[in-house]
């Protein structure tokens, strides 16, 4: 274990998990493309969102305030995957 003068020394605690608990850490993990280690560092810091609703966060809050109503979102959207399709 080095120490440098910006870093904190860093020390391996073993924790007992359920084997689902572990694979949900697990997919964070690999959807952030980083290890189990910074899942369980940046969840017990409280950096990462907890639930879907806190990662959507930022996106609903960026539709209310757009003025569009879901009617004109719904179109927008379709139209956008009609283009997809036709490779646009």
Request: net charge negative; aromatic share 2%; no cysteine.
């Amino acid at each position: 274990m080095s120490v440098t003068p910006t870093t904190e020394p860093v020390i391996a605690v073993e924790l007992n998990l359920p084997g689902e608990l572990v694979r949900q850490i697990d997919a964070m993990a690999a959807q952030n493309g980083t290890d189990r280690s910074v899942v369980v560092t940046e969840l017990l810091r409280g950096r990462l969102p907890a639930t879907l609703a806190e990662v959507l966060s930022p996106v609903h809050e960026d539709f209310r305030r757009s003025g569009m109503s879901e009617a004109e979102l719904d179109a927008l959207l379709e139209e956008e995957l009609r283009a997809h399709r036709r490779g646009q």
